[in-house]
């Protein structure tokens, strides 16, 4: 059923599956209107300028469209999907990652909706706003127009190093369901990153692998050298000790001779 924005903005209403979904995720306890409203004031009173300004970005979605919660849910879970969550089960990890660090989710899935909703083709585009409208219970050009929005304000709030940064925020959650940066925004330069990452990460571990081998031979080797030392100083003392025997029996043996 789709419902209103007038009974959206109403209180007491029984939450979508999505919206349920993302309540979950976040470890809500309280109104999910009051959530959203501190979680935004968090947000903006962040040391941070990627993520003091993309609370922002909430903010002027939640009040512009003035439907109450609907509206950061909407973007949260359009940023959700993005990233790989499918939001029919919360997994562990996922609810945990959150749970550490609802701010950095957030700006990963509004990076997500700026990034990856223009990465989308149409089919993957109508796929999602009709899974949306059905798991949110609201109508698909809401949605857009909420989508809209948000990639138009980000992109006048933020500048290039905040796109940089917010990029590593879409990184770390996309990772969390099992997927990549490239995943999400589509572009070949963060595609090649990734791959970079991932190179680097192998040869990191395979050289590890390396010194740690070599570290082996090198005490093997260390090893033998000093029981191949030590048997060598015993058979030296040996043969000296023979060898002195040998003299002193030669040296008795020629004064005997040598007496009349």
Not at 94 to 116: D, E, H, K, S, W
Request: proline share 2%; glycine share 8%.
């Amino acid at each position: 059923m789709v419902v209103s924005t007038a009974q959206l903005a109403g209180p007491g209403l029984v939450l979508s599956a999505m919206a349920q979904a993302i309540k979950s995720l976040y470890g809500i306890a309280v109104d999910i209107n009051a959530y959203l409203d501190m979680h935004i004031v968090d947000m903006k009173g962040s040391e941070n300028p990627t993520i003091s300004r993309t609370g922002r970005v909430l903010e002027m979605a939640k009040l512009g469209f003035g439907i109450g919660y609907i509206t950061p849910v909407v973007i949260i879970t359009v940023g959700q999907l993005l990233l790989g969550n499918t939001l029919s089960a919360i997994g562990t990890v996922a609810t945990a990652a959150t749970l550490t660090n609802p701010i950095a989710m957030t700006c990963a899935a509004i990076g997500a909706v700026y990034y990856g909703w223009g990465a989308l083709t149409d089919v993957e585009r109508n796929e999602i706003l009709d899974k949306l409208s059905k798991g949110l219970e609201v109508g698909i050009e809401l949605i857009k127009s909420i989508v809209h929005f948000v990639v138009d304000k980000t992109k006048e709030l933020l500048n290039s190093k905040n796109f940089e940064e917010m990029k590593k925020f879409i990184g770390s959650a996309a990772a969390v369901f099992g997927k990549t940066l490239g995943d999400v925004t589509h572009k070949i330069t963060d595609v090649v990153s990734d791959s970079f990452d991932a190179f680097r990460r192998r040869s990191s571990v395979a050289i590890d692998k390396t010194v740690d081998l070599a570290s082996d031979a090198y005490v093997t080797v260390k090893k033998s050298a000093g029981q191949v030392a030590a048997s060598t100083h015993r058979k030296a003392k040996g043969i000296k000790a023979k060898t002195l025997a040998s003299s002193v029996k030669n040296a008795r043996v020629t004064r005997k001779s040598k007496k009349p």
